[in-house]
């Protein structure tokens, strides 16, 4: 392969790689779990537990077991509201614990003060139930789908309580909302037979999906089996319900700014599953734990940590320190993983100190720009500088190629010959961006899921979260560029091509979509790069010989 061809190989590597990443979302980092967690199980007599008292709650059953032994329930439909200053959780007794919840940061609410639908479910979700097993052997007790529970009187604050009972088998159900966006969900399963009893419990939980999303938008299940962190888009579950099973530490549907998830607490779940429906509106959860005899009038009770809310690394970080989930794994940081995760937290701090200082944070990503700029300046003047050397030797690589042109290995010593006595080497224009490159992506990363940014204004654009609605920042972007090219060193034509037309397009239709407040660093990083071709290609001389 000549030199001509190696060069277009390389440029085009660089382009196509950063294209590949945007239009494909990795998985995240795997998250290391603490294996020296065991699991425990509370068992005791039902009989000493006192069955509480009466206020406002919840029942539901997703992935329930029912033969229509239940009887139908006649108990009254009732609803209730857990909230504090972040979050708030509309609670029900019929079809699932969940009805709505709220976000209630003055950041998430319309102008008529209601707060944004995290969830967006059509039905009540965070559903119990029993599951049947692969063997329809799974479980010895009954549940009716459209069970109405009862609902317990609680005197802790923030807490729902309810309960179902049948002859076989009494469960009940605390859900209590904590500080910020956690929640716990305790259930008690007690077998009120004369005989042992198997059950397997299970949880349900629903994300809907927009009518109209953004291609750079991301709606996720995920299983975290602490040494793994299986992500299914609706794609992959169109066909076929995804599962994970074995030790499963967390579940959660995610999209891009806000996760709901559920960790079971000191008791890991055996398995994990994600599907979709027929019309491909929502995404399900379900988590099942492991098969389990209760003696006659024993009780079993599980422990489930859940967080509704932002992505925030920090509150995510300080989770997963009290619920040892590692739920920051939610967060994709991209091919390079911990670097990007480092890097990430290093310029969001940056932008927030920005933010803090002028109060928008448009103005804060152009003065993160900036300093993105200067801190890569060095590596883009050693590119330029390559380019600059190679185009002086091109001459004598022509002379190369015209006296060998029939024999390609002695034309390839040559030029190699060439190389090194020149000092030159002919990767090195794309070396410094491949160095960049963890940089661009954790940028990416961390701008595509800054939470502060949603439905944050500036300047023509109504949210910094979602693309630019009239196509001006790539437009100008793509223009932009397409003036860079053209003032940098002349180069052979195909080169020229390439890069005048490839690289100034592909990146125009990548950021038709991308999120507004990522455009705003393209653009910004492009105006910045454009004034240093302007600064170098000085009066008097041709762009030629400005160093590139």
């Known amino acids: 392969?000549?030199?001509?061809?190696?060069?277009?190989?390389?440029?085009?590597?660089?382009?196509?790689?950063?294209?590949?990443?945007?239009?494909?979302?990795?998985?995240?980092?795997?998250?290391?779990?603490?294996?020296?967690?065991?699991?425990?199980?509370?068992?005791?007599?039902?009989?000493?537990?006192?069955?509480?008292?009466?206020?406002?709650?919840?029942?539901?059953?997703?992935?329930?077991?029912?033969?229509?032994?239940?009887?139908?329930?006649?108990?009254?439909?009732?609803?209730?509201?857990?909230?504090?200053?972040?979050?708030?959780?509309?609670?029900?007794?019929?079809?699932?614990?969940?009805e709505r919840v709220?976000?209630?940061?003055p950041q998430f609410l319309d102008e008529s003060g209601?707060?944004?639908?995290?969830?967006?479910?059509?039905?009540?979700?965070?559903?119990?139930?029993?599951?049947?097993?692969?063997?329809?052997?799974?479980?010895?007790?009954?549940?009716?789908?459209?069970?109405?529970?009862?609902?317990?009187?609680?005197?802790?604050?923030?807490?729902?309580?309810?309960?179902?009972?049948?002859?076989?088998?009494?469960?009940?159900?605390t859900l209590t909302l904590g500080v910020a966006y956690e929640g716990l969900l305790k259930v008690r399963v007690a077998n009120k037979t004369g005989e042992t009893q198997r059950h397997r419990l299970a949880l349900g939980s629903e994300f809907a999906l927009p009518e109209e999303a953004s291609r750079y938008d991301i709606h996720r299940g995920m299983c975290s089996t602490g040494e793994d962190v299986e992500d299914f888009s609706v794609d992959d579950v169109e066909d076929?319900?995804?599962?994970?099973?074995?030790?499963?530490h967390w579940m959660a549907l995610d999209s891009?700014?806000?996760?709901?998830?559920?960790?079971?607490?000191?008791?890991?779940?055996?398995?994990?599953?994600?599907?979709?429906?027929?019309?491909?509106?929502?995404?399900?959860?379900?988590?099942?734990?492991?098969?389990?005899?209760?003696?006659p009038n024993e009780a079993e009770t599980y422990t489930i940590g859940l967080y509704f809310g932002t992505k925030e690394i920090e509150r995510l970080e300080t989770y997963s320190t009290v619920a040892g989930a590692h739920l920051e794994g939610s967060i994709d940081w991209g091919w390079f993983g911990a670097l990007n995760r480092t890097l990430g937290k290093l310029m969001l701090r940056l932008l927030?100190?920005?933010?803090?200082?002028?109060?928008?944070?448009?103005?804060?990503?152009?003065?993160?720009?900036?300093?993105?700029?200067?801190?890569?300046?060095?590596?883009?003047?050693?590119?330029?500088?390559?380019?600059?050397?190679?185009?002086?030797?091109?001459?004598?690589?022509?002379?190369?190629?015209?006296?060998?042109?029939?024999?390609?290995?002695?034309?390839?010593?040559?030029?190699?010959?060439?190389?090194?006595?020149?000092?030159?080497?002919?990767?090195?224009?794309?070396?410094?961006?491949v160095i960049q490159m963890p940089i661009w992506i954790a940028l990416y990363a961390m701008l595509?899921?800054?939470?502060?940014?949603?439905?944050?204004?500036?300047?023509w654009l109504p949210d910094l979260t979602g693309p630019d609605p009239y196509f001006i920042l790539p437009l100008a972007m793509g223009a932009l560029m397409f003036l860079q090219t053209r003032l940098q060193p002349a180069m052979d034509s195909q080169q020229a091509r390439m890069m005048s037309i490839m690289m100034p397009g592909i990146f125009t239709v990548m950021m038709l979509f991308l999120p507004s407040g990522l455009g705003v660093y393209i653009f910004a990083n492009v105006v910045l790069s454009l004034i240093q071709t302007v600064i170098q290609v000085r009066p008097g001389k041709p762009a030629a010989a400005a160093e590139s």
């Open 1 to 98: 392969m000549d030199t001509q061809r190696r060069t277009l190989l390389a440029i085009l590597i660089c382009v196509l790689i950063w294209f590949v990443y945007a239009w494909i979302n990795p998985p995240p980092e795997n998250p290391s779990r603490d294996e020296s967690k065991t699991a425990a199980v509370e068992k005791k007599s039902a009989s000493d537990d006192a069955p509480a008292q009466d206020e406002d709650a919840d029942e539901a059953a997703d992935p329930v077991a029912d033969d229509g032994s239940s009887p139908v329930s006649t108990v009254e439909r009732k609803t209730g509201r857990l909230e504090n200053e972040l979050v708030a959780f509309d609670v029900t007794n019929a079809g699932g614990l969940l």
């Open 102 to 105: 709220e976000m209630r940061s």
């Open 114 to 173: 209601k707060g944004l639908d995290l969830l967006g479910n059509r039905k009540p979700t965070l559903t119990i139930g029993f599951d049947r097993g692969e063997d329809g052997e799974g479980t010895d007790f009954r549940f009716k789908r459209d069970t109405v529970w009862e609902v317990l009187e609680s005197d802790q604050a923030n807490e729902w309580k309810l309960r179902h009972q049948t002859a076989e088998v009494e469960v009940v159900a």
């Open 240 to 248: 076929e319900t995804g599962r994970v099973k074995g030790r499963v």
């Open 256 to 295: 891009k700014y806000f996760v709901s998830a559920l960790v079971p607490e000191n008791l890991d779940a055996s398995s994990c599953a994600i599907s979709t429906n027929e019309s491909q509106n929502a995404l399900f959860g379900r988590l099942t734990f492991a098969t389990e005899e209760l003696g």
């Open 352 to 433: 927030r100190w920005f933010y803090s200082l002028t109060g928008i944070w448009g103005v804060a990503i152009l003065l993160l720009t900036v300093v993105v700029k200067a801190i890569t300046l060095p590596l883009t003047l050693k590119q330029m500088n390559s380019m600059k050397r190679m185009k002086e030797i091109q001459p004598k690589i022509e002379e190369i190629k015209e006296k060998y042109g029939d024999d390609r290995v002695r034309q390839g010593q040559e030029m190699q010959a060439l190389f090194q006595r020149s000092g030159v080497n002919p990767l090195a224009g794309c070396l410094p961006l």
């Open 448 to 459: 595509g899921t800054v939470v502060e940014l949603y439905r944050e204004p500036f300047l």
